[in-house]
């Protein structure tokens, strides 16, 4: 049985990890229909090795999309970094919804631009980001109910993570961000005031 040091290991890894990183930038530039062999080519490898590693290029989208999300190859959701126990550490619900937006931030700036690849009208893409999107909102309800349980909320719970959903979207990033040139500053104080002004009682 190989180690976890196994060089072999380690080199498949590597080349999986490059072959996600060069399909981001294509895929966020050129959407769906970037040819296989332009994310071969940048990430210095044969197609078959792509089909090796991901079988459909919807899993490979699908690994672009966890890189963005995630920001690096830990396997831990946002819910579960230590910016979210310090957040459920924090006493006061206002500072507690300003640290969730701004450690949504970066994520956003990530997944952004990877939006209108969703849009494409690809049956298993459009599959895939429904699921993206089920584990965004089940991700806000663990926020929310954190937040809830620092101080009573003006809507109920199932309205707050309906609210947290649309509002605090990489889609409504990306509107601000992009096409209104909005500094991502700006879109943070924001959306923090917004969501203490719908949220908290």
């Known amino acids: ?8 290991k380690e080199r498949a890894q590597a080349t999986r990890r490059r072959m996600v990183e060069a399909a ?3 895929f ?8 296989l062999t332009a994310i071969a080519a940048e990430a210095g490898v044969a197609v078959q090795t792509i089909y090796f590693t991901f079988h459909t290029k919807v899993e490979l989208l699908q690994a672009a999309l966890q890189l963005a999300v995630l920001g690096d190859e830990l396997p831990l959701a946002p819910h579960q970094r230590p910016w979210f126990h310090a957040m459920v550490e924090e006493p ?20 952004a631009p990877l939006s209108g690849i969703f849009r494409s009208g690809e049956p298993e893409v459009a599959a895939m980001w429904a699921h993206s999107e089920k584990l965004r909102v089940d991700g806000y309800r663990i926020l929310m109910e954190a937040v809830a349980r620092k101080g009573p909320l003006k809507v109920s719970l199932d309205e707050a993570v ?9 889609d409504l990033y990306w509107k601000a961000v992009s096409d209104r040139g909005w500094p991502p500053e700006r879109w943070r104080r924001w959306l923090t005031d917004l969501l203490v002004d719908a949220l908290l009682a």
Do not use: H
């Open 1 to 8: 049985m190989a180690s976890e040091t196994d060089p072999r």
């Open 24 to 26: 981001y930038p294509l």
């Open 28 to 35: 966020s530039e050129q959407g769906w229909g970037v040819p």
């Open 92 to 111: 006061d619900a206002r500072k507690a919804i300003a640290m969730v937006v701004e450690n949504t931030l970066p994520i956003f700036g990530r997944v």
């Open 162 to 170: 309906e609210t947290v959903f649309v509002l605090m979207s990489p």
